[in-house]
């Protein structure tokens, strides 16, 4: 492996020191000489503008690039090494528009259209999950993408106040509606919490999502969920979202929308691990909220999630080029 690509290592540069990435890659910005040999991209967007309450998901990339210096180069359940098996590098941040929705959506998918016409699959940190749109009007713009998706929210409503604005629990409805979604392999994990109707129930039903609320989950148990999860997903191209409120508050506090009940901090990360195999063209883990973090419990998980990620991203550019 190119040692441009390789992350600095804790054994020549403490990981208290430095300029925080991702990971500690090589950060490679528009423009860079080497931009175009990246094959993984990791990306920030710090944005909420879409969130309905309780704000601070803009500052989660910043949090999670500096977690994520902690991140090694092995995965000590799997044994990938995914420095060494694809050529990655933070690509730094997507800059929104803080005050024009529509205009941040637009910025999003301009930037993730360069990255896919690069031939660059993009991991993302969000960034409320509104920012999910746009990256998928991005990937599919000339096929419909299988998804599995882990949350406590279906994200399927729409928009609030009987208006038409772009809001975090509407990314997925938009999304399948829009035809970037094939909702016969989409499959949401994890649901759970209040709610104030069954209209985002009634649209999966009626689209045919395949909705695992957190009660089935336990019932089952995550291995026998997960192993329909990747048979729902197929062998096409699909895009993994992850939430963080997915995962039980008392492991991430800190996320704008928590609700309890969910996984564990161990359960939160084996799930991801059953995911390797599938052709994941991106994925992005959203909702890390700093301002409601105790201790960044939030954003170590979040930047151990973002590794598993990763992780299962790599070899399925193993598998795509085997079949090319």
Not at 255 to 274: C, D, H, I, K, L
Request: a negative charge.
């Amino acid at each position: 492996m190119d040692d441009f690509f390789t992350p600095v290592s804790g054994m020549e540069l403490p990981r208290f020191a430095g300029v925080p990435t991702f990971m500690r890659l090589p950060h490679v910005p528009l423009g860079h000489p080497r931009r175009g040999e990246v094959e993984v991209g990791l990306v920030g967007v710090p944005w909420d503008g879409g969130t309905s309450n309780r704000p601070g998901a803009r500052h989660g990339p910043r949090a999670v690039r500096d977690a994520s210096t902690m991140i090694r180069a092995q995965n000590g359940a799997t044994g990938v090494r995914p420095f060494e098996a694809a050529r990655c590098a933070d690509f730094g941040d997507v800059g929104p528009n803080p005050v024009n929705v529509n205009d941040t959506v637009a910025r999003i998918e301009a930037a993730y259209g360069d990255l896919r016409g690069a031939g660059i699959r993009p991991l993302t940190v969000g960034g409320d999950h509104l920012t999910s749109l746009p990256v998928l009007r991005a990937l599919a713009k000339d096929r419909p993408l299988g998804m599995v998706h882990f949350d406590s929210h279906t994200d399927l409503y729409r928009g609030y106040f009987g208006g038409s604005d772009l809001t975090h629990g509407m990314p997925f409805r938009c999304a399948v509606e829009e035809g970037l979604l094939d909702p016969a392999r989409v499959v949401q994990i994890g649901i759970r919490g209040t709610a104030y109707d069954m209209e985002d129930r009634d649209f999966a039903g009626a689209h045919g999502i395949r909705v695992i609320p957190i009660e089935e989950c336990f019932a089952r148990g995550w291995t026998d969920v997960m192993a329909e999860a990747v048979q729902i997903a197929g062998t096409g191209p699909t895009y993994v979202s992850y939430d963080i409120d997915f995962v039980d508050p008392a492991f991430a506090p800190g996320t704008g929308t928590p609700e309890v009940g969910g996984p564990n901090a161990f359960e939160a990360v084996s799930v991801v691990r059953t995911l390797a195999g599938l052709d994941i063209v991106g994925a992005d883990l959203v909702e890390v909220s700093p301002p409601f973090d105790l201790g960044g419990t939030t954003a170590w998980l979040a930047a151990s999630i973002l590794f598993e990620l990763l992780c299962v991203m790599v070899p399925s550019l193993d598998s795509a080029a085997e079949v090319d």
